[in-house]
């Protein structure tokens, strides 16, 4: 200071001759030269104060540095001024700069200044530099709209809120250094169109908190998508934006999913409250009906009996209101009355006794309505703070997160404890409260309050000692915030101090710091007293005390010193001190040591004696532990836990919505409204009971005329004015508009549902159709007289269509009551009543008062769209608003925007963007044609029962319509650029199939609480990613095949519907067939359960895949069923009823392992399983710990046969075939080709007791064995196995086996076909058959006409053919080749020239040169053609001859099978090789059985098999 002081008094021309000199200038001649200066600087020192300006009058730029400047002055000379520095310097103030107008940059960075202040009139500053200043807020800069440069960096700013949008063009911002710690207040800067580089975290300065946080550079790019530079990095790339727009959208996908989860609990428990509520009102509702019922029967007699004269009028008159004012106790009975009373009084007696019984029901039900309305204001309390939760922690990207605490949890218990030690029952005692229980905990997780907590807590410790570490962590303390008693402790209160900590009070008259208290009665006991006067003085209930929350909070005490006696805590009071306390009950002067520090250190609990829980705690003394406390810092008062809590009182008080409860309560006792005594239930029997007793009319189902004049007791029908059909059974009134003449009609306890008969009954007045059925009024008119009208207790809903029938066709009612009825939208329905009915004088009983009529007369203003209310309710914004938020976006920018619609531009509608109507109780959607550029919009919480008048508005983009009465979504088919909709809580009952057809942008829908039954409309909704549609109908499993097209999906919503129960293993049943899924019912899919639904309903062929394909399930006209190369490992086609047509399968190239649920299906007889993994029929039940995990898979599914075995044995013998029941008894034809069979005694195929035709080609099989049950086998084909020989037992009972196929095999020897004496077809080529012998063997073949034996060693010897022809006389075709007479008789002379000359080796030797020409080079194939539908005429059809060449059969080239676009299984080769020429053959065949199969839905082809 005395520097300065110095530094003030050297003389102004010393410091303007040392600026001259260090800028080249001469003093002497600063007078000529000074006007040509356009710039100075001076740096380091020299220059203490501003002086001498004046000699330069067109300076523009001026920069001093490092100087002891501490104000600016003298610039009032410098007029044309455009860039000025005056940093590093001692400025404490910006002031003096109002005359540089033109002023562009302004550096003030490195001084003292804390305020920004005096620039209003820079206007054209584009560059502002005050960074590393002492400034705290943003302010002055709201009319600097030029501004592009602004350094804001190294001050103490902690908000930024709306300062700077109006310099909207700011380019560069660097807030680095400060102490911004919330990303909302970044999300401020989202409004700043053009700024492309922005600072938070400088490399030259301290981050803001903010720059910590978890999500931090993905929340500002998401936010700010221009950004170019982000803390000094390039972040311009294409690709960081749309990572972080894809992270940002995942997390509002996730918490939306929360978000409806938490509100679908609601419903749930709402729906529960509802149950209750009906169950409990069913008492009064029927007492309400019975007396009811009683009174119009006791009415009508009293009119009967004073037509017919017997009770005198004047009677009546004078005892009409005889004991109305008497209770039920107090009424006078008839029997104690007079005996001169006459019968008219002790009806008039009886009535009014029953209907103060029906007053008293009425009550009764009215304390149950408002019993159950506070229940469900608590439940939506509860649940509306569960969604600020989420919706914060939503805001603040999982910053702060909120963990619902169970007993399990150390924490909770920790806490529940913490309570407990300091209760103190002693100080509660006055309010009757004997003890506290905890009903729930969440912990809250806030990152930058603990960072801060963290940083100023070590801080502490820092200017301190390190050696009493230990005794620092003793002033870390757990205490209660105590909240003002006048202020209860609401939601948004509640969410502030979670989220922001605990703010600093700065209120006039109160105490500083943060209160808080180590006693539960020094925080609630205030509460209690105020809530309990408030409520004497209205006259409630005084236990709404009995809940309350407390915010426990972790605190560091610090330096703490006692509180001044008779003085407010003030912290300018206690300098150095951090904490203050007060004694609760006495003043003291030495600090409360509490009963626990509960979560903070576990060691600390309380012990048991230290809890006073008890009223007979005789040496109470916690009132020396009870303290109140002051905390200076806030940032040191970290709140970690939420407790909600429940007095426990000296009065019991039932709760009536309890589960446990009864409706009927005990004598004696306290009961809560809505409870009903025995003594009331008695009341009603002594009424009931009370003379005169009707006796019981006869009940009339059909209305005739003779009725009709019977009732009215007149001859005519002119004569009828009044008709009483109460308590009949009547649902028509045919013929009632005769009754012109009728004046009074009722209809009462009767069973209409409508009434439609009730027309043109010019002089009718009063119409009573109470206690019906009644659900519209479609078909009244023509009552112009009508004055009183009565429908209450029916089952009315559609309050505007109603109405609307009563507006027009009874337009003089006076008195209309419509009570009890279960209208949509009971709470508008009063009103909206009064409104469009204007002579009503009485509703609902209830006088109209003049206040009522004008309201409801502005209510039903209020519901149209009007012009005031489009531009109340409208924006103009063209973009959307970036924003972490799961509000429509039309709610979201009519709060926040302030682009209102200007009605003097022209075309004004059309410049609507953004329309939010919610609420309006709008009946209809008109008057939106000029709004052709709406995009979004929300007309939830209306009236509406169709969605219309939005054709116009095709650049729609998101529309809301929640909580309407909406019945059908067409009006949304031609808005085609839509991708959010959400029309939850209407009554939606299916999704027609066109109106999403058009809808390829929608990526979005909501239809929860609706009552859907059926998703086959969103089949072509191929954008959709999350679909919402829990609490509906959906039943049928076979729903979900509608959303297996949808491969966007990723979140899937259907808690709440009949499918959640009825489809065992729903979720992997869902997650199995929408494999897209991340997230089902509010939970995410986890790749565990992604494997487990794979294991469980992979490969899996049932009821509803077939009804997919089909496109419908019914199944009984199905009689094929082809479905190939689909990896089906089951077959589950239940009920088999529904199949019992089906006579083909074709199931080739699967991954069956056995027949599966096909031995259910009765009556097939063809069935194709080539290229399978068939092990048996009804595989074998092996031992567990051999079991593979797909058997184990299968062993719990019923139709895969595992555990249907009887026997265990590997190698099973005939015997044990013989003893299994036969299956499948209508099977001819089976097609077990290429399955990798080795074994048919394991096969069990001899179970198939009808099978004709058998192809097991192209397998391994070794040994023939386990056909003994196939007796009516016509046809084996066992090409291509490993066959060695033919044992004794191969074929016993095969006597009826016309063909043999045993080609390509490892034969040499033809032993033991003896049996086969029905064989006409043999075929054994490319065998090892060697000698000619073993073709002797044949000769136990009687009928064999067809042979085939090329490819073995012994079709090379020439004479094999002669010697086959001789010994086999039926022989017709051998190797291809017909046996002609011919050649017969010429292997006749063949053979007994043998026995002349001697056996040659080769044709060339054997002497008979015409030999060689009988016999071509190539060896003929004869094939017959077998097919699935055709396979047993083969055995009677036509034979065909192939050509010679093979070449000309199958062609050079190799074959190759479609298999649906997949790999196929088989590929063939060319003849070239010759032990491919039945596989070619087999594929041939199964393709022209695919052919011959045409498949349901998507046709499919396969390889077939040609023997």
Request: with cysteine; charged share 25%; proline share 4%.
């Amino acid at each position: 200071m005395i520097q300065s002081d110095n530094q003030n008094q050297i003389p102004s021309d010393e410091i303007v001759k040392e600026l001259c000199t260090c800028n080249g200038l001469s003093y002497d001649r600063i007078d000529l030269e000074g006007s040509s200066v356009r710039s100075l600087e001076m740096f380091f020192s020299g220059y203490p104060r501003i002086v001498g300006l004046s000699h330069f009058p067109n300076l523009t730029r001026l920069v001093l540095v490092r100087q002891a400047i501490q104000e600016i002055s003298d610039l009032q000379y410098c007029l044309v001024l455009k860039e000025l520095w005056v940093a590093e310097c001692c400025l404490t103030k910006i002031d003096g700069l109002q005359r540089c107008a033109l002023l562009q940059k302004l550096y003030l960075y490195c001084n003292m200044i804390s305020t920004i202040e005096n620039l209003e009139k820079l206007t054209k500053l584009e560059v502002v530099w005050l960074n590393g200043n002492q400034i705290r807020e943003i302010e002055g800069l709201s009319t600097l709209q030029k501004l592009k440069d602004v350094n804001l960096a190294g001050n103490l700013i902690g908000k930024i809120g709306y300062r700077l949008d109006p310099s909207a063009n700011i380019e560069k911002l660097n807030l680095s250094g400060n102490r911004i710690s919330s990303f909302k207040e970044i999300t401020n800067l989202a409004r700043l169109p053009r700024l492309v580089d922005l600072c938070l975290n400088d490399p030259q300065y301290d981050p803001n908190p903010v720059c910590l946080l978890c999500n931090y550079a993905t929340h500002v790019l998401y936010h700010i998508p221009q950004l170019q530079r982000l803390d000094t990095y390039d972040v311009s790339s294409k690709q960081i934006k749309e990572l972080a727009e894809t992270m940002v959208m995942k997390k509002v996908m996730f918490y939306n999913m929360r978000i409806k989860s938490a509100q679908r609990q609601l419903n749930e428990e709402l729906e529960k409250l509802k149950e209750r509520k009906h169950k409990l009102q069913k008492l009064p509702e029927d007492r309400i009906k019975h007396f009811s019922y009683n009174i119009k029967n006791l009415e009508r007699e009293l009119v009967e009996l004073q037509a017919s004269g017997k009770i005198q009028a004047s009677k009546a008159i004078s005892s009409q209101n005889l004991g109305c004012e008497k209770s039920d106790e107090e009424a006078e009975s008839p029997d104690e009355a007079s005996e001169e009373s006459s019968l008219e009084q002790w009806f008039l007696h009886k009535l009014e006794a029953l209907k103060r019984r029906v007053n008293f029901w009425s009550k009764k039900l009215e304390e149950v309505e408002a019993v159950y309305q506070g229940e469900v204001k608590k439940k939506k309390k509860a649940s509306s703070l569960a969604v600020q939760f989420l919706l914060t922690e939503l805001e603040t990207v999982g910053n702060t997160r909120f963990e619902e605490g169970s007993p399990s949890d150390a924490w909770f218990n920790s806490c529940y404890e913490l309570i407990l030690s300091r209760f103190c029952a002693l100080d509660f005692k006055t309010h009757g409260i004997t003890g506290v229980k905890v009903n729930r905990v969440i912990r809250v997780h806030n990152r930058i309050l603990r960072l801060k907590f963290e940083e100023k807590f070590q801080h502490f410790l820092d200017k301190e000692d390190l050696n009493d570490f230990l005794n620092y962590r003793k002033m870390l303390e757990y205490l209660f915030y105590v909240s003002p008693p006048d202020v209860p402790l609401k939601k948004q209160q509640l969410v502030q101090i979670l989220e922001d900590g605990f703010q600093e009070v700065k209120k006039p008259g109160s105490e500083g710091g943060v209160q808080l208290s180590n006693s539960l009665s020094i925080c609630e006991c205030p509460r209690i007293e105020y809530l309990q006067k408030q409520a004497r003085s209205k006259g409630d209930s005084e236990d709404t005390f009995r809940r309350g929350k407390l915010i426990i909070a972790k605190v560091f005490l610090g330096h703490s010193a006692p509180a001044h006696d008779g003085e407010p805590v003030v912290q300018a009071s206690y300098p150095n001190i951090s904490s203050v306390y007060r004694s609760g009950k006495s003043s003291q002067n030495s600090p409360c040591s509490t009963a626990s520090s509960g979560a903070a250190d576990q060691q600390e609990k309380p012990k048991s004696s230290e809890v006073c829980s008890s009223l007979d705690y005789k040496n109470c003394d916690c009132n020396l532990r009870q303290c109140e406390w002051f905390v200076f810092d806030h940032d040191l008062v970290l709140p970690e836990y939420i407790v909600e809590f429940e007095y426990i009182t000296l009065v019991k008080v039932e709760p009536l919505f309890s589960s446990l409860s009864n409706v009927t309560g005990e004598e004696g006792r306290r009961n809560s409204a809505g409870f009903v005594l025995s003594r009331d239930l008695q009341r009603d029997d002594e009424v009931l009971s009370m003379k005169p007793i009707i006796k019981p009319k006869p009940k009339i189902v059909c209305l005739d005329e003779k009725t009709v004049l019977a009732v009215a007791k007149a001859n005519i029908y002119s004569q009828i004015m009044i008709l009483n059909l109460h308590g009949n059974r009547l649902s028509k009134l045919r013929d009632i508009s005769k009754l012109t003449g009728l004046r009074k009609l009722i209809i009462s306890f009767n069973e209409f549902t409508c009434l439609d008969d009730v027309y043109h009954l010019p002089n009718l007045e009063y119409f009573d159709a109470s206690h019906n059925h009644v659900i519209t009024l479609e078909g009244i008119r023509g009552l112009n007289k009508l004055k009183y009208l009565d429908l209450s207790w029916n089952q009315l809903k559609k309050a505007g269509e109603e109405i609307g029938v009563l507006r027009k066709h009874t337009p003089m009612v006076l008195s209309l009551d419509i009570r009890h009825n279960p209208w949509h939208k009971p709470a508008s329905v009063r009103l909206s009543v009064i409104g469009q009915l204007r002579a009503l004088t009485h509703l609902d009983g209830l006088l109209i008062t003049e206040d009522e009529a004008a309201a409801a007369i502005q209510f039903m203003a209020d519901s149209k769209i009007t012009q005031a209310s489009l531009v109340e309710n409208s924006r103009t914004d063209q973009d959307r608003l970036r924003i972490l938020s799961i509000l429509p976006q039309a709610v979201i920018l009519t709060q926040i925007s302030k682009n209102r619609v200007d009605v003097f531009q022209n075309n004004w509608p059309s410049r609507i963007t953004v329309l939010d109507l919610d609420g309006q109780h709008l009946s209809k959607i008109s008057g939106l044609d000029k709004l052709e550029n709406l995009r979004w919009a929300s007309f939830s919480n209306n009236n509406l029962t169709k969605i219309e008048g939005l054709d116009t508005c095709q650049n729609l983009e998101e529309l809301t319509v929640d909580g309407n009465c909406i019945a059908t979504l067409e009006g949304i088919s031609k808005l085609c650029k839509l991708m959010r909709l959400s029309a939850n809580n209407n009554h939606l009952t299916s999704l027609e199939r066109n109106v999403f057809d058009n809808l390829s942008h929608l990526h979005y829908l909501s239809l929860e609480n609706n009552r859907i039954t059926s998703l086959a409309g969103l089949q072509k909704a191929y954008a959709l990613i999350e679909l919402y549609i829990s609490n509906n109908y959906v039943s049928s499993n076979q729903e979900i095949y509608q959303l297996k097209g949808l491969n966007n999906l990723v979140i899937l919503d259907m808690y709440g519907n009949l499918i959640v129960w009825k489809q065992d293993n729903y979720r992997l049943f869902v997650i199995f067939h929408i494999p897209s899924l991340k997230a089902l019912d509010g939970t995410a899919v986890e790749a565990a359960e992604t494997e487990n639904a794979k294991d469980l309903f992979g490969g899996k062929l049932n009821a509803d895949m077939v009804a997919e394909r089909l496109g419908h399930s019914n199944f009984s006209k199905m009689q094929e069923l082809n479905w190939t190369a689909s990896m089906i490992r089951m077959v589950d086609l239940a009920p088999a009823d529904q199949f019992k047509n089906i006579t083909s399968v074709n199931l080739q190239n699967n991954n069956l392992t056995s027949f599966s649920g096909l031995v259910y299906l009765p009556n097939i007889k063809v069935l194709c399983l080539n290229y399978n993994h068939i092990e048996s029929i009804l595989p074998r039940q092996k031992v567990s710990n051999h079991l593979t995990n797909r058997q184990l898979l299968y062993q719990k599914v019923t139709s895969s046969g595992y555990g249907q075995q009887g026997s265990s044995k590997g190698n099973r013998d005939v015997g044990a075939n013989e003893s299994l029941p036969p299956i499948m008894e209508s099977l001819e034809v089976l097609h077990l080709g290429y399955n990798g069979i080795a074994s048919l005694a394991s096969l069990q195929i001899s179970r198939l007791k009808n099978l004709k035709f058998l192809f097991l080609q192209g397998n391994e099989i070794s040994q023939i064995e386990g056909l003994d049950g196939l007796q009516l086998l016509q046809e084996l084909v066992l090409d291509h196995n490993r066959l060695k020989a033919i044992h004794e037992n191969s074929f016993a009972k095969q006597s009826s086996l016309v063909a043999l196929h045993l080609e390509e095999n490892r034969l040499r020897e033809l032993n033991n076909l003896h049996c086969l004496v029905k064989l006409q077809k043999l075929f054994l080529g490319l065998n090892r058959i060697q000698e000619l012998s073993e073709l002797e063997k044949l000769d136990c073949l009687p009928c064999i006409k067809e042979l085939s034996i090329y490819g073995n060693p012994v079709s090379r010897k020439i004479c094999h053919r002669p010697l086959l022809v001789f010994h086999l006389p039926n022989l017709q075709v051998l190797d291809g080749v017909t046996v002609t007479p011919e050649e017969r008789a010429r292997a006749e002379v063949h053979l007994l020239e043998q026995q002349v000359f001697p056996l040659a080796n080769s044709p060339i030797d054997c002497g008979f040169p015409l030999l060689q020409t009988t016999f071509p080079k190539p060896c003929p194939l004869k094939i017959a053609n077998v097919n699935l539908n055709a396979g047993i005429n083969y055995l009677y059809g036509g034979d065909f001859i192939v050509p010679h060449s093979v070449d000309e059969l199958v062609g050079s080239e190799s074959v190759k099978v479609p298999l649906s676009g997949k790999k196929a299984k088989n590929t063939t080769q060319g003849v070239c090789n010759p032990r491919s020429i039945h596989a070619e053959v087999a594929i041939r065949q199964v393709r022209a059985a695919s052919a011959n199969l045409p498949a349901h839905g998507a046709p499919q082809s396969g390889p077939s098999r040609t023997t």
